[in-house]
């Protein structure tokens, strides 16, 4: 029997670590098997392709976006590579191996989220709905190998409510699934619709009594560039010049403040009011901007009078309420969070520490939490670092 102190309400399993013949051995459609993403030897090294010529990047890669782990570029990646984390077998899809990690950091139990950053770089939708019923099979196994330890959130097809329903619907029957992840961004229909498009999925949803996740990466807020200038996370064969560093400086910062469009558009969606024991998650995003947010929201709502103005479902609860009952957000490292707990609600924020992504905090986690919960009533802090994901998810049964 497992005794949880802490949980990571997000850390993650990407593509880029799995086994490299994981989705053809899986496949169950004959005419998408040369399309499965595979690890190729090529001149580069082992890279993963997909779709027969889609390149998608290194194995083994610092994060979802298949970038190589380079010196210089995070301190943290710095600090992983000192530590032999990219040496030898893949740890983050080693059994043993990441219960070790866990147990260096003092985790005890994490949620995972899965490779919807990875299937946004996938080109035909069936390869991606493949694709994630086979990430979904396998992560489900990957928490049968301790149990207790690990829970997947399946990934959904994003580019199609009637199949994210679906497969919402079939992983209810896996044990060590507790939850789904719509990468919601430019290839999906939009979250506020309140003409139905959705119902089928939040319906799902709540009849298996699974919460839905938002994970940063899917959408990101336009930044605008100079002529010739290099918008990927890394170039070949030279430095970034001024202006790239500070895109990157500027997209890195902005990354979080994305999701505030997936909080107001579940709100301003009505499927909370159709659906008012639907949980959604929003992953990685921090809690300092959502009292703003949220204040903002309530004073539009109330200034223009969208009380009177929605109907099928009506709106007659501030945002901000529907926030307090619906709403959950993740932090890893933010040192306003004690005072934000009063504004953002004790029971709407969950700690998660990335492992094994660039922005973790692995192996520091306690260090982080005493310095970020300082002075926090010892009951709101379980309540942040292992109670509400336990009550979340279900986690121990």
């Known amino acids: 029997m497992v005794k949880y102190n802490l949980i990571s309400g997000d850390s993650h399993v990407d593509m ?64 992983m590579l000192d530590a032999g984390f990219y040496d030898g077998p893949a740890r983050p899809v080693d059994p043993e191996l990441r219960l070790k990690d866990m147990m260096t950091d003092g985790v005890d139990c994490e949620i ?19 694709v994630y019923r086979i990430y979904n099979d396998w992560v489900n196994e990957f928490g049968a190998s301790y149990p207790g330890r690990w829970y997947g959130l399946a990934c959904l097809p994003v580019h199609d409510s009637k199949l994210a329903a679906a497969e919402a619907r079939r992983v209810a029957n896996l044990k060590f699934i507790r939850g789904c992840d719509l990468m919601a961004g430019g290839l999906n229909y939009p979250l506020y619709a309140r003409d139905g498009y959705w119902d089928g999925l939040w319906e799902a949803m709540v009849d298996i009594n699974m919460p839905i996740s938002f994970h940063i ?45 997936h909080m107001m558009s579940m709100i301003a969606s009505g499927a909370l009011d159709k659906f008012p024991k639907l949980k959604f998650v929003m ?17 539009v709502y109330h200034d223009g009078m969208y009380e009177n103005k929605f109907t099928s479902p009506s709106m007659k609860m501030k945002p901000s309420e529907y926030w307090a ?52 009533k010892p009951s709101i802090r379980a309540k942040i670092t292992k109670d509400t994901a336990t009550k979340l998810y279900k986690i121990g049964k």
């Not at 490779?115 to 946004?120: A, E, F, P, Q, R």
């Open 16 to 79: 880029s670590w799995l086994p490299g013949d994981l989705f053809v051995k899986n496949c169950s459609k004959p005419e998408l098997l040369e399309l499965m993403p595979r690890i190729v030897e090529t001149k580069k090294g082992l890279q993963w392709i997909a779709e027969k010529d889609n390149v998608l990047g290194v194995a083994q890669s610092a994060g979802f976006e298949f970038i190589a782990p380079t010196r210089g570029r995070r301190m943290r990646t710095d600090k």
């Open 112 to 130: 995972l989220y899965g490779i919807t950053g990875s299937g946004k770089n996938l080109k035909q939708m069936p390869v991606v709905t493949e």
């Open 217 to 261: 990466g899917g959408t990101r807020i336009p930044i605008g560039t100079t002529p010739d200038m290099e918008t990927g996370f890394a170039v070949q064969g030279r430095d970034f010049t001024q202006n790239e560093q500070a895109f990157q400086l500027v997209r890195g910062a902005l990354g979080m403040f994305s999701m505030v469009q």
């Open 283 to 299: 992953a990685e995003c921090g809690v300092g901007w959502v009292p703003f947010a949220l204040d903002r929201m309530d004073h």
């Open 325 to 376: 009952r619906n709403g959950m957000t993740t932090f890893q490292e933010e040192y306003d969070v004690a005072d934000m707990i009063p504004l953002v609600g004790e029971d709407n924020i969950m700690w998660g520490s990335d492992y094994p992504h660039p922005d973790s905090v692995w192996p520091d986690s306690h260090k982080v939490l005493d310095h970020a919960l300082n002075g926090v």
